[in-house]
């Protein structure tokens, strides 16, 4: 492992590629501390974040903390995820752009365009909820007193709407614009490494909290350690996982003679929706939250809405009402472990490129039975994958709820930095990675990280 390190910064290419990439993933962490414009610094460093609260939480935990530190990353590289997914759902149900795809790279290069645009859209609404939270903590809101006064400073508050809304969007395209940088003279993919950084950004001080603040045993975080070690194992198995299905060609004419083509597989990914799931089905169960919230503020103090609250909280004192959201939540994985897989698979297009280049599945016809067998292959491997999904999102809220550590402290932060999709996207962003470093290596006759086998990049 040592000698592979040190062949890395033999290759002057490699080596900076890689001093290329550290250097623009700092450029992003000192962004994360650089507030807006009229946000004053001093009480910023007073808010602390918890994971558990909802969208807030998920988004200030992929934004590396720059959410609640009001920085011009406040929103970080989500809005172009978000992006990116509703374009994907789009080319599904509008066929020009699925033709647009198929065009080579200048299909690829418009689509890629009208992502940004989306982009920008999205960041100038998400930016005024950013806002509209800041106006909120300085100066409260309806019956709400503020939260932290003279969080906006006064003499600003007149033209804070549009400086804001400047600031974090250019935040945004500027995040952007260096994740291209990364891909294209890094290492890595650029957009994955700065949510891998910014989720990595939050561990040294979760891990000092949770040593010095925290009432935790040296048990617990003994158990704690083992558990995120298991974790890990688990989801490097998750995102390795694969189904081969053994593919045969005919008999083809290669100038004068007639060869037999070589036998080839289809892998299909026990995970093949990835992180989509969760996201879905985290945003989804806050919907129902929002609007309950909502209500409530509106509705006077009814009892009634502090009990239907309660069953979408994971961490209810009464056990049916965890056990409630915890079936719900763990549905709408599946649900959407399924729907996405269906979205980036259609058998009856895979089945007829088959038959069109003479492949086969032995044993199978081809047509519809080749069409039936992979819809079967498809249903089989994924409600495994979607249950360990689910299992996965709900590890972080089993642990803080057996190990009796606060979602807010530094065991709680460090546990949902070791859960659900964080923990997908760590895993599956440092494979990637070091399958293309692996390849650098043995491109120019060096040893890989692995001596026996090369590292199984992401299908």
Request: hydrophobic fraction near 50%; charged fraction near 10%; proline fraction near 4%.
């Given at each position: 492992m040592?000698?592979?390190i040190?062949?890395?910064?033999?290759?002057?290419e490699?080596r900076?590629?890689?001093?290329f990439?550290i250097?623009?993933?700092?450029?992003?962490r000192m962004?994360?501390?650089?507030?807006?414009?009229?946000?004053?610094?001093l009480?910023v460093?007073?808010?602390?974040?918890d994971?558990?609260?909802?969208?807030?939480g998920m988004?200030?935990?992929f934004?590396?903390?720059a959410?609640?530190?009001f920085?011009?990353?406040a929103?970080?590289i989500?809005?172009?995820?978000?992006?990116?997914?509703?374009?994907q759902l789009v080319m599904?149900l509008?066929?020009?752009l699925q033709?647009?795809q198929?065009?080579?790279?200048?299909?690829?290069?418009?689509?890629q365009?009208?992502?940004?645009?989306?982009?920008?859209?999205l960041?100038?609404?998400?930016s005024?909820?950013?806002?509209?939270?800041?106006?909120?903590?300085?100066?409260g809101?309806?019956?709400?007193?503020?939260?932290?006064p003279?969080?906006?400073?006064?003499?600003?508050?007149?033209?804070?709407?549009?400086?804001?809304?400047?600031?974090?969007?250019t935040g945004?395209v500027?995040?952007?614009?260096?994740?291209e940088?990364?891909?294209?003279?890094?290492?890595?993919?650029?957009?994955?490494?700065?949510?891998?950084?910014?989720?990595?950004?939050?561990?040294?001080?979760?891990?000092?909290?949770m040593?010095?603040?925290?009432?935790?045993?040296?048990?617990s975080?003994?158990i704690?350690?083992?558990?995120?070690?298991?974790?890990?194992?688990?989801?490097?198995?998750?995102?390795?996982?694969?189904?081969?299905?053994?593919l045969?060609?005919?008999?083809?004419?290669?100038?004068?003679?007639?060869?037999?083509?070589?036998?080839q597989?289809?892998?299909?990914?026990?995970n093949?929706?990835?992180v989509m799931?969760?996201?879905?089905?985290?945003?989804?169960?806050l919907?129902?939250?929002t609007?309950?919230?909502?209500?409530?503020?509106?509705g006077?103090q009814?009892?009634?809405w502090?009990?239907?609250?309660?069953?979408?909280?994971?961490?209810s004192?009464i056990?049916?009402?965890?056990?409630?959201?915890f079936?719900?939540?763990?549905?709408?994985?599946?649900?959407?472990?399924?729907?996405y897989?269906?979205?980036?698979?259609?058998?009856q297009?895979?089945?007829?490129?088959?038959?069109?280049?003479?492949?086969?599945?032995?044993?199978?016809?081809?047509?519809?039975?080749t069409?039936?067998?992979?819809?079967?292959i498809?249903?089989?491997?994924?409600?495994p994958?979607?249950?360990?999904l689910?299992?996965?999102?709900?590890?972080?809220y089993?642990?803080?709820?057996?190990?009796?550590?606060?979602?807010?402290?530094?065991?709680?932060?460090?546990?949902?930095?070791?859960?659900?999709?964080?923990?997908l996207i760590?895993?599956g962003?440092?494979?990637?990675?070091l399958k293309?470093?692996?390849?650098?290596?043995?491109?120019?006759?060096?040893?890989g990280?692995?001596k026996?086998?090369k590292?199984?990049?992401?299908?």
């Amino acid at each position: 492992m040592f000698q592979t390190i040190a062949n890395i910064f033999r290759i002057p290419e490699l080596r900076s590629k890689i001093f290329f990439t550290i250097g623009m993933l700092l450029l992003f962490r000192m962004g994360t501390h650089v507030s807006i414009p009229g946000i004053n610094s001093l009480i910023v460093t007073g808010i602390t974040a918890d994971p558990s609260e909802g969208f807030l939480g998920m988004v200030d935990l992929f934004a590396g903390g720059a959410l609640l530190k009001f920085s011009i990353f406040a929103l970080g590289i989500m809005p172009y995820i978000s992006s990116s997914i509703i374009m994907q759902l789009v080319m599904v149900l509008i066929p020009s752009l699925q033709k647009m795809q198929k065009e080579g790279e200048e299909g690829r290069k418009k689509i890629q365009q009208y992502t940004k645009y989306g982009t920008l859209i999205l960041c100038a609404v998400q930016s005024l909820a950013v806002i509209q939270l800041a106006n909120s903590w300085s100066t409260g809101s309806g019956n709400s007193p503020a939260k932290y006064p003279g969080l906006i400073n006064p003499s600003v508050e007149a033209y804070f709407l549009p400086l804001a809304m400047l600031s974090i969007t250019t935040g945004t395209v500027l995040l952007i614009w260096l994740g291209e940088q990364i891909t294209e003279r890094g290492i890595g993919n650029g957009i994955s490494l700065i949510i891998f950084a910014g989720i990595i950004g939050r561990m040294p001080e979760a891990l000092i909290s949770m040593f010095t603040s925290d009432t935790s045993d040296a048990l617990s975080v003994l158990i704690l350690l083992i558990i995120f070690i298991l974790l890990i194992a688990l989801t490097v198995i998750l995102t390795q996982g694969v189904r081969r299905v053994p593919l045969n060609y005919g008999k083809q004419m290669v100038g004068r003679k007639m060869v037999q083509a070589r036998s080839q597989s289809i892998p299909f990914k026990v995970n093949s929706a990835n992180v989509m799931p969760i996201i879905f089905a985290s945003s989804l169960i806050l919907f129902p939250q929002t609007i309950i919230q909502w209500l409530s503020s509106k509705g006077g103090q009814w009892a009634g809405w502090a009990v239907i609250m309660d069953y979408f909280n994971p961490f209810s004192q009464i056990w049916y009402h965890a056990l409630f959201y915890f079936v719900i939540y763990t549905s709408l994985i599946i649900f959407f472990a399924y729907f996405y897989t269906a979205i980036q698979f259609n058998p009856q297009e895979l089945a007829d490129n088959l038959k069109k280049y003479g492949g086969f599945i032995p044993g199978v016809r081809p047509g519809s039975q080749t069409k039936e067998m992979i819809e079967k292959i498809l249903n089989r491997i994924t409600l495994p994958g979607a249950l360990f999904l689910a299992g996965l999102a709900l590890a972080p809220y089993l642990i803080i709820k057996f190990l009796n550590l606060g979602s807010n402290t530094g065991g709680g932060t460090l546990v949902y930095t070791f859960g659900g999709t964080s923990l997908l996207i760590m895993v599956g962003v440092a494979l990637e990675t070091l399958k293309q470093i692996e390849a650098q290596l043995l491109m120019r006759n060096y040893e890989g990280f692995m001596k026996k086998t090369k590292i199984k990049g992401r299908a």
